[in-house]
């Protein structure tokens, strides 16, 4: 999988954020999502068939998450980090290149 | 020059907002309080507030719009009442734990069931433990000059957290009585523009307002919001102070009436503050020591001025429109907590009455009295009295 385009300095942003507390509890440093995972709790998983695939993007503009971005042949890739499974994308395929598929360890 | 005219106290209540020329006001009508956002609204169609006025669906909507107009950086305002405000509450705790200084009036008034639409502060008494300041206007004199004064404490740098200002439903919001309007010019270089220190709009220099916070950082964010309401007990006296140089009306935490020699020293808030003062002269003219008090400032609580009150006392008799299950009004609960440490204290007994509308005439403070006058002579006496309840009907 390709590597996540947000980068952040992991340490640098957990550092901050337990070093001190803003009046209402105001994030500066954009990045924080870096360290907080949310694709964690999810129960089902979006399962690519590339083959399928029309490079239409309508998976990567309907992911609500953006877990979805496009590598340089256009094809999309999924963020499992952020990917929460809800399956807007498995949805919203044209040709069925995303079935979503119970998460398996 | 400042014009004396008259008006209601929702009409003042709009009158203050449109002097504190907020660019957001966000509101859903609803009684006893419509009339703040209508006469709001009229002032931004004339042309005479520049504002965004935004009409909403709902109470949830509006103080959800608040928030995000506050959050990006410009005074903002808001009025309701009873359920409205009920709906408002998830976001309420939002508002404060965000700092976003917001102004809310209070027409004060039953909360439903049964449907009650008449005057008591359970609406907003029920909202003392999310952050806000509370004030209570005594008159619409008040309801106007609290919400200018309750504007400045809530963007004070020290302070940053949302205010409401309540004034009595019917009884105040819909009753005439002479009202001064300040200056613009006055109220202008009283309050400043408002210049948001830590919320703003700014694409250049990305934040996030209301994350998640873990176990880690929860507790001592809900500790600033606890500082700040310690740290506005000093900006509120600074902010009265200095209200009082420019338009020379006083205002105290707590105000006491003749409380010189008391033996019961009457307390309550708000509209009723007006009726006890004349019941203490009526006492007076026959010879009982009596006093009264009045809190302008709800929360934070003023705990300093509470417990100076009760050295002048031997009784202290709360008056107040709410109730607090199992405990008995919440003035009783924050009194016994001021109190309780002292070596000293006057005895401290509560009157829950007036609920729903119900007048408060002397012949419900004279059944007060008789039993504060047990107290006061170390007779026994009920902590807890429902004053003017009609058991016949029970
Ligand atoms: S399942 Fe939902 S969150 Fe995951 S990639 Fe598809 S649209 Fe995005
Ligand atoms: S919606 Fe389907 S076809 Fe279109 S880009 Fe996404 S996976 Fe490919």
Redesign the pocket.
Known sequence: MAESPFKADIERVQKEYSEKMTPGAIAYIPGSSVVNKT?SW?V???EFNRDKCTRCFL?YI???????YLDEEGY?V???D?????????N?CPVDA?V?VRETK | MPIRTVMKANEAAAWAAKLAKPKVIAAFPITPSTLVPEKISEFVANGELDAEFIKVESEHSAISACVGASAAGVRTFTATASQGLALMHEVIFIAAGMRLPIVVAVGNRALSAPINIWNDWQDSISERDTGWLQFYAENNQEALDLILIAFKVAEDERVLLPAMVGFDAFILTHTVEPVEIPDQEAVDEFLGEYEPKYAYLDPAKPITQGTLAFPAHYMEARYTVWEANENAKKVIDEVFAEFEKRFGRKYQKVEEYRTDDAEIIFVTMGSLAGTVKEYVDHLREQGVRAGAAKLTVYRPFPTEEVRELAKKAKVIALLEKNVTFSVGGALFQDFSRALVNLDERPKVVDFILGLGGRDVTFKDLDEALEIAQKALNGEEFDEVNWIGLRKEIL
């Open positions: 694709g999810r089902f998983m979006p998976c309907y992911c609500p998450e953006p877990a979805i999309p999924f963020d499992y952020y990917c929460k499974g809800c399956g807007i994308c498995a919203e995303i979503m």
